[in-house]
């Protein structure tokens, strides 16, 4: 046994894998060993001899199995030691900043849109920016040969659904649904094939509808004047042009003037037209209606002095951190 020991001790020192290190523990250990057919002959001597001969297999065993324990943790050593070669770790760079988030521009002007029309008592809708015809253009009484509908303005994805070119067939959703009094506002995106420093393919507008007994311009303009200086400065230079949309009778559209002095054209309002409100068989007699369309990326260019929209959706980073 001795023999035998003295030959594993050597055969496991040069061992340097887990595969080899199991064939040693089956060769020595295992229902093959010798250390097994030894055990097994036990029962053949007598008593004293057993007691003997199975301390000194016992003993070997114990022994084999220390030293197969030792080896592996020696391998898994190694394993780890070899990785660390492979993937070199440099402790001593400096550890990668962890960049904090924030709200979009855009969103944190929507936001604050809602908060000022909450507060004179909207209501807040959303609808599909995947739009039929139907509320897109019908029944906003714009004609089939209007230019809006031309294929070059819209984008079409068959004849009877378009991505949404303005927020404002929302107006006709929500009329259908509630009789009147209405005060809402609807955010949400538009999209048209426009590009240029004042104009992106998908833009932001937010859409307000007020239904009421005896609601007129004055109250329109009022509303929309007193928005403007509460989302930017109390000495807004403003400016109402008289304007034309199929949905609204009279119309007009507000621009505002920048640092440099040019007039930027921000929002579209109106009475909302007899044909619209007959269209959602509101009762003239009763109602009165007036509606406005902010585009709001305009307004945030006016906000943060920026002087082309497509900032906005660049997502470059420099740009973006301002907002932080
Ligand atoms: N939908 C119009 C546009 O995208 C803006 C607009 C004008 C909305 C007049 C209105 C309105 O609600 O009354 O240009």
Known sequence: ???????????????????????????????????????????????????????????????????????????????????????????????????????????????????????????????????????????????????????????????????????????IRILEKNPGPIRAIIPGKVYRRDYDHTHTPMFHQIEGLIVDTSISFANLKWILENFIIQILKKNTKIRFRSSYFPFTCPSAEMDIQDKNGNWLEVLGCGMVHPNVLKNCNIDRDIYSACAFGIGVERLAMLKYSVSDIRCFFENDIRFLKQFV
Not at 106 to 113: A, K, S
Not at 145 to 157: E, G, Q, V, Y
């Open 1 to 171: 046994m001795k023999k035998t020991f003295i030959s594993a001790i050597q055969e496991i020192k040069k061992i340097d894998n887990n595969t080899s290190l199991n064939n040693f523990q089956s060769k020595y250990l295992g229902k093959n060993s010798i250390l097994y057919f030894y055990f097994s002959k036990l029962t053949t001597l007598n008593i004293s001899e057993r007691i003997q001969c199975s301390t000194i297999l016992n003993n070997f065993k114990k022994k084999i199995k220390n030293k197969i324990n030792d080896k592996k943790i020696e391998l898994k050593d190694n394993r780890l030691i070899n990785q660390k070669n492979k993937y070199f770790i440099d402790y001593t760079l400096p550890g990668r900043k962890i960049e904090c988030g924030s709200l979009h521009p855009i969103t944190i002007v929507i936001q604050e849109i809602k908060k000022i029309f909450s507060y004179l008592g909207f209501n807040t809708y959303y609808g599909p920016e995947l739009e039929s015809t139907y509320y897109n253009f019908d029944a906003l009484n714009i004609p089939h040969n209007h230019p809006a509908r031309n294929i070059s303005d819209t984008f079409w994805l068959n004849s009877n659904y378009v991505l949404r070119t303005q927020t404002s067939g929302m107006q």
